[in-house]
């Protein structure tokens, strides 16, 4: 660069440092901070991701998450471990004494023998029917059943009613134990497994639940069967069968009845 007075302007003469003076051994304050470890911002940084971050899953949220899967798993449960409730929670309808709360008829066809409502056939092979003397809608029933031999007899529901077979159909000329007949005996309503689960001679426990338009029978524990009818039915009474046309005998204890009212 020019001076204005004229002559070109020199650059300072460079200073040789004295290897004596300690200042020449001094680091300035830029490299101090450089060799203090201060690196540059781009080394220390991880590269920044293009890709979307996710939104984690808050802890909070988890216990409120398991609880509406269970409800879900809860709803979706089969119906025959809806509300079963054990057979001590059902009234008993039979005192094991006597007939009372029940509509005996005049021909000797049941008695109550030591704890046990027995059904007999008279000589004549007519049949009977013995009927609670109370009606009963939405109910749970219950009782233990033995017969040996061929017999045909049933449980009686509602109105028009719905029977549960027991025994050998007179019509089929087989055992259809817990089927429902209505006039007939659907497909869908018979007890498929019945045989496997029945045990002949001795007491079998056989349950049904009558829920609005819906029949279910339990055999010694296990589901069986199921009706649903065409339409809606009214309450009756509760029925046992002795069926006309056959000697036969077949006996109930522990009969027990639990109305939804």
């Known amino acids: 660069r020019e001076r204005r007075g004229g002559g070109e302007a020199r650059a300072p003469a460079a200073v040789e440092e004295d290897p004596a003076d300690p200042r020449a051994h001094r680091p300035s304050p830029a490299r101090s901070r450089r060799r203090a470890g201060s690196l540059p911002r781009e080394s ?18 988890a216990p409120a998450l398991a609880v509406a899967l269970l409800g879900a798993c809860l709803a979706l449960a089969p119906a025959a471990a809806e509300d079963v409730p054990p057979t001590a929670a059902l009234p ?7 007939l009372e709360g029940w509509k005996a008829p005049a021909e000797p066809y049941w008695t109550a ?3 046990v409502l ?15 003397a109370r009606d009963y809608g939405d109910v749970i029933f219950e009782a233990e059943v033995r017969w040996t031999g061929e017999i045909a007899s049933g449980f009686m529901l509602r109105r028009p009613e719905v029977q549960v077979q027991i025994g050998v ?18 497909e869908e309503a018979q007890a498929k497994r019945a045989a496997e689960l029945l045990r002949p001679g001795e007491w079998n426990r056989i349950r049904v639940r009558v829920r609005g338009r819906t029949f279910t029978v339990w055999l010694n524990g ?8 065409p339409e809606p039915s009214a309450p009756g009474p509760i029925g046992l069968q002795i069926h006309g046309g056959l000697e036969m005998k077949v006996e109930f204890r522990d009969v027990r009845a639990l109305a939804a009212d």
């Open 44 to 61: 220390i940084l991880p590269p920044r991701s293009t890709e979307r971050r996710r939104s984690p899953v808050m802890p909070h949220r």
């Open 169 to 186: 159909s007179r019509s089929l000329k087989r055992d259809m134990t817990c089927s429902f007949y209505v006039g007939g005996y659907p």
């Open 118 to 132: 027995v059904g007999r056939n008279d000589a004549e092979k007519k049949g009977s029917m013995l009927y609670t």
């Open 222 to 229: 296990e589901e069986v069967s199921r009706y649903t009818a």
């Open 92 to 98: 008993a309808i039979f005192n094991g004494r006597d």
């Open 113 to 115: 023998v030591d704890g």
